[in-house]
């Protein structure tokens, strides 16, 4: 009897223990590919957020302004959107200062931004042109390429100053 | 309307599909889906991946010269709408299908012939230079140091108590 039951609890055991296993090698597997996936896989792309540094595109006088305040989303702001910054780095004898604030758009993010007709468009940095509260461009040229949506935000003067336009 | 060609598979991109990545130097990458999108990002080569036009076009796979494909081409000036010509348009597209589809098949025919006589070939030399891999059956029944010693079964008798076995409640 002892014996028998003995045997039992030893099955049982084992087969505890063997399902415990499978779970553990389970885990271990999915870890390894997540892990994997990242080490594949880009940089998640995000909103244009306090604190972002942007690339300015025009000839203002300023080279990189940080995001201080997005004028419109709960999240941040995205291509075309405009944002307010402060000038942290700058070329001598500009137009803008360093450590002014400024109001700038921004025409091209690395986040993809939905298109009219449902498709995405995606740019290499986040770059963004100086203008004033009226939203007239500070700058006299834009560089690089631009998005058209800028036509819908009312920004046709950025548009007609842009070399390309994507 | 315009149908774009997808930057890494060449398949054809429809309005509203995929998405687009747009170089600083302007250069405009187009993408079908997120899985040629990603290939991109992986910065692999398109014709080094199999399942692309590219690869099939530069390894000889599908038919790349023919006149049927001088209908499809990228034109800037839009052509200002008649309805004859789009009627005929129309027709024509299902013929040049046809004649394309009839153009392909002969294509892989053409590629395929002398495949087996080919393959036929490589398995007689292989066969040729490693006859000394192939043993014949009848060696081994006579050499027994070829073959694994067979496995001895041994039969255990256990004593079972009937008594017990019917005592025994089942487990949970």
């Known amino acids: 009897m002892a014996v028998n039951f003995a045997s039992k609890c030893s099955r049982a055991g084992s087969s505890l223990l063997g399902g415990l296993g499978n779970n553990l090698s389970a885990l271990l597997s999915t870890q390894h590919g997540t892990t994997s996936y990242n080490f594949l896989s880009q940089q998640v792309r995000t909103f244009i957020q306090m604190r972002t540094v942007l690339k300015v595109v025009d000839n203002s006088g300023a080279k990189k302004v940080m995001c201080i305040q997005a004028l419109k989303g709960k999240k941040g702001a995205r291509l075309g959107d405009t944002i307010i910054a402060s000038v942290k780095e700058a070329y001598p004898n500009g137009k803008v200062k360093k450590g002014k604030v400024v109001y700038g758009v921004v025409v091209r993010a690395a986040m993809q931004r939905g298109r009219c ?14 203008v004033d509260k ?16 800028l036509r819908q935000k009312k920004h046709v003067k950025i548009l007609s100053l842009a070399g390309h336009i994507a | 309307m315009r149908l774009e060609k997808c930057w890494f598979c060449s398949s054809t991109i429809y309005p509203g599909h995929g998405i687009q990545f747009v170089r600083n130097d302007a250069k405009i990458f187009r993408f079908c889906r997120s899985k040629c999108h990603k290939n991109f990002k992986m ?5 080094k991946v199999k399942w692309t036009k590219a690869y099939r076009r530069l390894h000889g796979k599908d038919m790349t010269q023919d006149s049927t494909f001088e209908f499809e081409r990228k034109r800037n000036r839009p052509e200002r709408y008649d309805r004859n010509v789009t009627e005929n348009t129309l027709k024509a597209m299902k013929k040049i299908h046809k004649v394309r589809a009839v153009r392909e098949f002969s294509h892989i025919v053409k590629r395929m012939t002398g495949k087996n006589a080919k393959e036929l070939e490589q398995a007689k030399k292989e066969l040729q230079q490693d006859i000394s891999l192939v043993i014949a059956p009848s060696v081994l029944k006579e050499d027994q140091s070829l073959t694994l010693p067979a496995k001895e079964k041994v039969k255990v008798k256990v004593k079972v108590n009937p008594k017990q076995a019917e005592v025994q409640p089942m487990e949970e």
């Open chain 2, 43 to 47: 910065k692999r080569n398109p014709r």
């Open chain 1, 117 to 130: 007709d449902g498709s995405e468009v995606k740019f290499d940095d986040n770059a963004v042109v100086l």
């Open chain 1, 134 to 149: 009226q939203g007239q461009p500070i700058g006299t040229r834009v560089f690089g390429p631009v998005p058209h949506e």
